[in-house]
Nanobody
Framework: QVQLMESGGGLVQAGGSLRLSCAASGSIFSINAMGWYRQAPGKQRELVATFTSGGDTNYADSVKGRFTISRDNAKNTVYLQMTSLKPEDTAVYYC????????????????WGQGTQVTVSS
């Protein structure tokens, strides 16, 4: 079983910064993709920033220039450094993982973290 452990959410004033962390553990052979999504009240879940196994990154247009995703491959951990936060960034942030779990199988598995609340006050 794979688990995603998220941390770093909280309450911050507009213009402030937060750093989210997500550590994957369990039966992981290799990570295919890992990153962050978010869901604000009344809105669909959207991609925020992700890594592929090759190191390519994708960012939502709304966070480009403000958020930076990074990773520590040895720890199966990704980070999201969020700066210049805006009230519209308020959402539950979910860690996402796509991985191979077994050396003998190319099947890809998808996992979500439990979500961590980020609230930006004005």
């Amino acid at each position: 079983q794979v688990q995603l452990m998220e941390s770093g959410g909280g309450l911050v004033q507009a213009g402030g910064s937060l750093r989210l962390s997500c550590a994957a553990s369990g039966s992981i052979f290799s990570i295919n993709a890992m990153g962050w999504y978010r869901q604000a009240p009344g809105k669909q879940r959207e991609l925020v920033a992700t890594f592929t196994s090759g190191g390519d990154t994708n960012y939502a247009d709304s966070v480009k220039g403000r958020f930076t995703i990074s990773r520590d491959n040895a720890k199966n951990t990704v980070y999201l450094q969020m700066t210049s936060l805006k009230p519209e960034d308020t959402a539950v942030y979910y860690c996402y993982l796509r991985c191979r779990q077994y050396s003998g199988s190319y099947d890809l598995y998808h996992y979500w973290g439990q979500g961590t609340q980020v609230t930006v006050s004005s």
